[in-house]
């Protein structure tokens, strides 16, 4: 436990967040409208397609009545039991 508040400390005083690589298809016109707003924003573009990213996901959390986060801690808890019971198996 006291490593856990320990780590925290220290992401508090020098927050990183991981950034994660992908490849994905997108409209011309659409990316030629985020390089514009982040353009005129100051900001770079993975900022602005991130911020676009998580205000369509509170959008939607809200329209559907639900929580991305705990599906998809429910997930990785089936996950991790999952392995639980294999590894017992053997």
Same mark, same amino acid.
């Given at each position: ?16 967040? &991981? ?27 993975? &900022? ?12 939607? &959390?809200? *329209? ?11 997930? *990785? ?14």
């Amino acid at each position: 436990m006291f490593i856990k508040v320990l780590t925290l400390k220290i992401n508090k005083m020098n927050p990183k967040i &991981e950034l994660k690589r992908f490849t994905t298809l997108i409209q011309p016109k659409l990316l030629s409208k985020i390089k514009l707003i982040s353009y005129f924003t100051n900001q770079k573009l993975n &900022e602005v397609v991130n911020k676009s990213l998580e205000e369509y996901i509170q959008k939607f &959390e809200l *329209s559907s009545n639900t929580k991305i986060d705990s599906l998809i801690d429910f997930s *990785s808890n089936f996950q991790t039991i999952d392995n639980k019971v294999k590894d017992k198996d053997k």
